[in-house]
């Protein structure tokens, strides 16, 4: 039973949820952090999110199930694969999951935007499995653009907009972690021809490349946000208000910090959720969580004690 349970979950990438956490980006970001009608709607659009993106992951699971067969590396988590689990399973299942979020969506969260996102990250998810993960450049693009996604859920449920300076930053961490990626399987495999096999992709893709683009994108990340700090923040009106200048740099930092360690340990940009786990950008996360906090909720902070 213990093992059945095990391989449902790896069946709907439970790893992978922690992306759907970006619905809750609108909430922190459109200073609406203290409504607390808002948490409700929001954590049922998280649950909705992630059986989402286990409907993707499932129909791709059963599209791939023979290629899967031929890498020993998946089969640990692809119970597909291995035999583990019945195609007839998955499907009963990809059913019972649409069933629960077409039941939501009609007495829960009935909102036609938030509907149409759900269907985007689902022909996204698609569109890259069946179609285009095979076209350089293309593929990383489309994989980036399922964060945007999830955060534009986020802000639809509340009904709340955030700035497009964010959004941009948001998509360009998105390409940043999908960059590091497609080098972390370079590194990983012992020859460009293993790396072809895994993906054809790799083709055209190369290390140099690949680290041109993510020193461009690390480059990009630091202008964008930035922008959006000093265009949300000026003028500065009191010394305390420079704060929020201290979070670039510390940005800056994660970023360094995660190319190092993509680059020192390549599983870790195979499995974005391991760097979540290194102390450096667990201390440098929580700092910057702590300054952004304080600077977008200062003003309520200062109402409760005056």
Same mark, same amino acid.
């Given at each position: ?9 790896? /069946? ?10 970006? #619905? &809750? ?14 948490? $409700? ?14 409907? *993707?992951? #499932? ?7 023979? *290629? +899967? ?17 019945? !195609? ?49 450049? #293309? +593929? ?10 999830? =955060? ?18 948001? $998509?360009?961490?998105?390409? &940043? ?8 399987? /370079? ?42 700090? &000093?265009?949300?923040?000026?003028? $500065?009106?009191?010394? =305390? +208000?420079? !704060? #929020? ?62």
């Amino acid at each position: 039973m213990t093992k059945t349970i095990k391989n449902i979950l790896y /069946l709907l990438r439970i790893r992978q949820y922690y992306k759907n956490v970006l #619905i &809750f980006v609108g909430l922190f970001f459109s200073q609406t952090f203290f409504e607390t009608e808002y948490y $409700f709607p929001l954590i049922i659009g998280f649950i909705l999110l992630c059986l989402t993106s286990s409907i *993707n992951y #499932i129909i791709n699971d059963i599209i791939d199930v023979e *290629n +899967d067969k031929e890498h020993k590396e998946k089969l640990y988590k692809k119970p597909l694969a291995s035999g583990e689990l019945s !195609i007839t399973f998955a499907i009963v299942l990809i059913f019972g999951l649409i069933i629960c979020i077409i039941l939501s969506l009609i007495f829960i969260i009935p909102d036609l935007s938030f509907i149409l996102l759900l269907i985007a990250i689902l022909v996204t998810g698609q569109l890259y499995s069946n179609l285009l993960k095979n076209y350089a450049f #293309i +593929d990383i693009l489309l994989l980036s653009t399922g964060y945007l996604w999830r =955060t534009l859920a986020g802000c639809f449920i509340i009904h709340q907009s955030i700035s497009t300076w964010l959004l941009l930053s948001i $998509f360009e961490v998105a390409l &940043f972690l999908v960059i590091a990626k497609r080098k972390g399987d /370079l590194l990983a495999f012992e020859s460009q021809e293993q790396a072809i096999k895994h993906k054809k992709v790799y083709n055209v893709y190369n290390l140099r490349m690949l680290d041109n683009f993510h020193n461009l994108i690390a480059a990009s990340i630091f202008i964008t946000y930035s922008l959006y700090i &000093f265009d949300k923040f000026t003028p $500065f009106s009191e010394f =305390t +208000d420079y !704060i #929020i200048v201290i979070s670039i740099p510390i940005m800056i930092y994660i970023l360094m910090r995660y190319m190092y360690l993509t680059t020192e340990e390549p599983e870790i940009a195979r499995n974005t959720e391991k760097a979540f786990l290194d102390k450096g950008i667990i201390i440098a996360g929580l700092l910057m969580g702590l300054i952004l906090f304080y600077s977008f909720y200062k003003s309520y902070f200062i109402g409760l004690f005056t």
